[in-house]
């Protein structure tokens, strides 16, 4: 925060779980933020509420039909209101200190993309955007002189305990993962997972793609994906770690075998701060963490068998190409399909490697431009759907 001006931000998802974490990191600095967007999918009314209760000028949600609710809803507050992709990639580019971009899947890698444009500072929650297209993302920053600062809290814990040092002094990264509401089940146990079953993160409450994820273990997949791009350290240096209290996030081994280890209460509200300060300090608004409380820290290996989308992940980072691009859009429509009850859960990862390894999606070179990656995932998400109808 320069001086008494406030620090401009906008949030692209503010509905979301990641939405509500920005807002009660601006609630509890009221002084310090001025909010100029906000954006949303298709709820106008938790929009609008937002919007009202953060004091944005503008507000866009994706779907169309919901302009008039959205207008009607922000009647007297002197908020613009406006609707549909284009709106919403306009509240990515107003000018801001910091855009969070929050939106869920590939949904958000245009909006992210049109915030890097305008040379803005990216806090990064969105990471399939960096999965899907991040070779073409981190060279539409660079020829923009934008900032991106990783949200997902392994990435920013990383981010935090390098402390600047150059890459050339780290050896590995270290990621950890609670594993899932299905750390301790077993293989048969998992195939037969329901819904419900699938919905239960034991220490996280997130928008339910991420959950899905979180229980077949792809999220952990997609942000090995994520780290590899944005600290640009090759696969066999990243690393999983089972660690289910989740209070350490990321953990960095030096050249010289020192250790450094992010820890925090597992709560998104503290990168939140973190980005949206950086690189001062604000309220987190969230409780100490406390080791005597929690007493022990326990690690155990990541299992590739019981959770076969580590694997996948591996492979796809290893087959560069478009191999994540096309792991990405298979899995943001396998999910989706158990979300609605229309596959059953090893159906998921069974969708995606069906996928990957088509002929046709394995041999395509990686995506040269966002638009490239664009046109990749459309195309993996036909082949995905066909997949699907076969199997549903
Ligand atoms: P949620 O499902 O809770 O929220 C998603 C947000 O995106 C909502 O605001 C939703 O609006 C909005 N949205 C969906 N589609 C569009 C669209 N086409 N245009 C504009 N807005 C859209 O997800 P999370 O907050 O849990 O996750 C958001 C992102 O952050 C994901 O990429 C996730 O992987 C990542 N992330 C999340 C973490 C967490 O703890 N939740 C941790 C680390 C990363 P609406 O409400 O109207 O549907
Ligand atoms: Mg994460």
Redesign the pocket.
Same mark, same amino acid.
């Given at each position: 925060m320069v001086g008494a001006v406030p620090v401009t931000v906008s949030v692209l998802g503010a509905t979301g779980s990641i939405g509500k974490s920005a807002a009660a990191v601006i609630g509890a600095n009221k002084d310090r933020y001025r909010v100029e967007a906000v954006a949303g999918g298709s709820n106008p009314q938790e929009l609008a509420r937002v919007a009202r209760q953060l004091g944005a000028r503008f507000a866009a949600i994706f779907d169309q039909a919901a302009y008039p609710a959205l207008k009607e809803a922000l009647a007297g507050s002197g908020i613009t209101a406006a609707a549909g992709a284009g709106a919403v990639c306009e509240a990515a580019a107003r000018p801001a200190d910091r855009v969070v971009a929050a939106i869920t899947g590939i949904a958000g890698l245009a909006p992210t993309c049109a915030a890097l444009a305008q040379g803005s500072t990216v806090a990064l929650a969105n990471k399939e955007a960096m999965v899907s297209a991040g070779a073409a993302v981190l060279k539409l920053a660079a020829s923009h002189g934008a900032t991106i600062l990783p949200l997902?809290? &392994?990435h920013n814990s990383l981010f935090q305990a390098m402390g600047g040092a150059p890459m050339s002094t780290v050896a590995r990264l270290t990621l950890t993962a609670s594993g899932g509401p299905f750390r301790l089940w077993s293989a048969e146990a998992i195939a037969g997972a329901t819904l419900a079953e699938a919905l239960k993160h034991p220490n996280f409450a997130m928008g339910s793609k991420i959950t899905i994820d979180s229980a077949t273990m792809m999220?952990k997949g997609l &942000?090995l994906i994520e780290a590899q791009h944005l600290f640009g350290l090759p696969e066999e240096r990243i690393d999983v770690l089972v660690h289910p209290q989740q209070m350490i996030h990321g953990l960095v081994t030096f050249t010289d075998g020192s250790v450094n280890a992010g820890l925090a209460v597992p709560d998104m509200r503290v990168p939140m701060a973190h980005c949206l300060a950086w690189p001062e300090r604000c309220d987190s608004a969230t409780p100490a963490l406390d080791l005597i409380r929690i007493g022990r820290l326990d690690f155990e290996a990541p299992d590739e068998t019981r959770f076969p989308a580590l694997r996948l992940a591996r492979e796809a980072m290893r087959a560069n190409g478009a191999v994540p691009t096309v792991l990405n859009a298979a899995n943001e429509v396998a999910v989706a399909a158990f979300l609605n009850s229309r596959i059953g859960f090893a159906d998921i990862v069974k969708i995606v490697e069906t996928v990957m390894i088509m002929p046709a999606m394995a041999d395509l070179p990686a995506p040269a431009s966002v638009e490239d990656a664009v046109s990749i995932d459309s195309e993996a998400r036909l082949r995905a759907g066909e997949v699907l109808s076969r199997l549903s």
């Open positions: 997902d809290s &392994e999220n &942000e």
